[in-house]
């Protein structure tokens, strides 16, 4: 509830392949939090990274996430000179 309304929330796992696309499909973007926010849910134990693969995939969301990917690799590799494994 925000206000007194009920409002309808997704689980993190849809959430954020729904956030990757749409910052490839149709922004074109990749800002501060487009690198940080899946590190974020990645580290979290609660974070069912099977359910993410799925629902990216079921979805046609497979390249604008694994380009995000791609890129939190060559950042995170540059800045702090290694890859996390679940973004390997």
Known sequence: MINGVEVNLLASEPE???MMFHSVFP???FQLEHF???LYYFINKNFDMDLFIKFTSDNGFTHAVKTQIS??????NEVFKFVPDPIK
């Open 16 to 18: 954020l392949a729904i």
């Open 27 to 29: 922004e074109r973007t």
């Open 36 to 38: 940080y926010l899946p």
């Open 71 to 76: 890129l939190i690799s060559c950042i995170h």
